[in-house]
């Protein structure tokens, strides 16, 4: 039986929200529940989701920004060349185009620097930093990278060159010698909110030097802080809800041209950043240099835009095509490690494309809930490069700190990292971190956990109540898309949908509630009309032909009863093959074939403890059905019953009928079947399928004799009521067989069927 692949964690908060502060804001009862579970309950608290004001911290709090300011300004002044040096992910390069935007419109000498992820890798180069002093640079101002610099920027002040890191990743146990740091998490600031992206770092140096810079610039700011999922409480909510706003009413002509290319002309949405625009500027610097991301996020001509555009499209094309062969031969690897128990994997194969490697590493802890690093190995260097990421339970960043002797360069957070190391060390490096998981745990693997913010009812799922939780948008790390279980709801129909049926759709409740759940419509299987069952997702609204109705997409299921029946009476053939054939006992008639020793005929004595129970065959002995039955403790339950299934339409010719035809023969001694058959139907009015079955019970009580055709009454016989013949008797066992098992609407079936799995007969 399929169980939740999660382990469901409601919300416990039992702190409750005042009435006038429900008044006030208006909030609906769904949304009551929402805010409750992610712990807003004050008044302060539900201002700050649901306001409209926006929160924005001074600039000058951030660590090092008057050291930062005074030594660009001083820059500017002395016309000192500067070079800001990004990263090559979306955070990186929006994070580079406000920065550079705004020294440009200060009037600096600014050019611009994005390391290619293959030659050079994460963070500051030392060969990028030498190049930029041999073209006269005397400042570099790092973007969204720069805090794990140390040896590189040694090399940059040895040189004469001052370097401003402006960051938001992880400190490592000692700061870099730069010039200045700015950065939220900064251990001798105190910085109001610690969880910028680069992007908002950078954003907030470009407002210190510059009061005035454009607020448009804000959308670039939403796509980085999405894209990189940060935080988005706090002032990261009100720049993101501000940069969607400019991204729906004033694009770059960068981002124009992207949403142009992706044919998307909907409202510009968190969903937008993060499903589109962001997997579009994060390809390029997977696949090649980011610079021409870069490019077209500066770039203020339409026509080039469009131009720069199309090649980035192109390379998301490419960057899916490759992520899916990658992730296919990490499988493979990572099925051999999950055989041997292995709780930490590390994938590592040559010729895998290292800026993919992220993407990969999602997918394969998304299979099998174990923290994982992808790696591609490079024999002619003699290292490998990759990334790693992370389940809630487990710090990536802490545990590839404990061996940082390991590996040669590291930088991340708690879910996420990339890393650089040598090939003899990938092997030490697995079972240390193996060892330390095995601490963590105690040898017991850790169940993926679902977070659910509230349990609601089924009629909680309504179009108004699910508008009203539009207004906690936008959704993001922190600020999750409330999630929510419903117990006990009734399925109504369970199909499969899309191409291969590869898609599970639900009608739940006599409302016919749609649910949909992705990428899982094996699971048609395992469920049947009028089940109850247990299902954790998201409400979104449904809107067709102007129509609007409530939709509920499922991210878990589970079944509510230990044993579950499926009614699959009236199904093809295909859709018996849907049914797992290894788990499966399939229970036959004794004149069939068995096919394997999964088949079992009625009445016979199996183990009862099985998996899967197929009732494949009509039986046609109700007691050896009933001692089946007895002896099953099946999880699931399909109740076929193939087969020929005549008797109950054609009925039992009545008494008079019997009557009839021995008050003919006897009056009509020697008469012959062959060639007075059909006259004696036509006289007696009856079927020819009728005549022979009563003659056939005559026959076998004695009543008459037949011989070569010729029959005559037996005035000899013994007295026996017709109903004792073993035919007639048969015939309507066979009857109550087809009406119980065939006719009877799918509840009273069930309910019957299990009452004799339970020992306890009930009525049908």
Known sequence: MAKARYQWTVSDNKETIEQKIIKKFNISPLLEKTLISKGYTSEEDITSILSKSSLFHDPMLLSDMDKAVTRINKAIENEEKILVYGDYDADGVTSTTILVKTLESLGAIVGWYIPNRFTEGYGPSEAAFRNAYDEGVSLIITVDNGIQGHHEIDVANDLGIDVIVTDHHEFGKTKPNAFAIVHPLHPDFNYPFKYLAGVGVAYKLSKALNNDIPESFLGLVAIGTIADLVSLTDENRSMVKKGLRYLNEEPSPGIKALLDVAEFTDEVSEQTVGFIIGPRLNAVGRLDDARLAGELLMSEDLDEAAFLAEEVDQ?????????????????????????????????????????????????????????????????????????????????????????????????????????????????????????????????????????????????????????????????????????????????????????????????????????????????????????????????????????????????????????????????????????????????????????????????????????????????????????????IQAQKVYLVFKGNASAYFEGIPNDQKFKAVYKALYSKPDTNIQTEGMPLCNYLKIKPDELKFILNCFYELKFITIKDGIININKDAEKHDIHTAPLYKAKQQQIEIEKTLLYNDSQSLIAWVQSLISNIEEEV
């Open 315 to 631: 390379f998301n094309i490419e960057r899916k095509a490759i992520v899916e062969e990658i992730t296919e031969e990490a499988i493979e690897l990572a099925e051999e490690e999950v055989q041997q128990n292995v709780q930490f994997l590390i994938l590592a194969k040559e010729n895998w494309n290292e800026g993919v490697l992220g993407i990969v590493a999602s997918r394969i802890v998304e299979k099998y809930h174990l923290p994982t690093i992808v790696l591609n190995v490079d024999l002619e260097k003699n290292h490998a490069k990759g990334s790693a990421r992370s389940i809630e339970q487990v710090s990536m960043f802490e545990f590839l700190q404990n061996h940082s002797e390991l590996i040669q360069k590291f930088g991340g957070h708690h879910m996420a990292a990339g890393m650089t190391l040598e090939i003899d060390a990938i092997e030490s490096l697995k079972q240390a971190l193996n060892k330390d998981m095995h601490e963590l745990t105690s040898g017991i693997p850790l169940l993926p956990q679902l977070t659910v913010d509230a349990q609601i009812d089924i009629s909680d799922v309504t179009v108004d109540n699910i508008f009203d939780l539009e207004r906690l948008r936008p959704f993001g790390t922190d600020l999750t898309s409330p999630l929510f279980s419903i117990n006990n709801v009734q399925v109504q129909s369970a199909k499969g949908i899309g191409q291969g049926e590869k898609h599970l759709k639900l009608a739940l409740t006599d409302k016919n509630i749609a649910a949909l759940h992705w990428n899982n419509g094996h699971l048609v299987a395992d469920i049947s009309n009028d089940m109850q069952i247990h299902v954790a997702g998201s409400l979104n609204v449904n809107e067709w032909n102007g129509h609007q109705s409530p939709q509920i997409i499922i991210k878990d299921i589970d079944f509510s009863n230990e044993q579950t029946f499926f009614d699959y009476r009236s199904k093809n053939k295909h859709d018996l093959l849907k049914i797992n054939q290894t788990n499966a006992v399939f229970f036959i008639n004794e004149n069939e074939e068995k096919l394997n020793d999964n088949y079992i005929y009625y009445g016979e004595q199996f183990d009862g403890d099985i998996e899967t129970c197929v009732l494949r065959d009509l039986p046609k002995n109700i007691e050896a059905f009933k001692q089946t039955l007895s002896q």
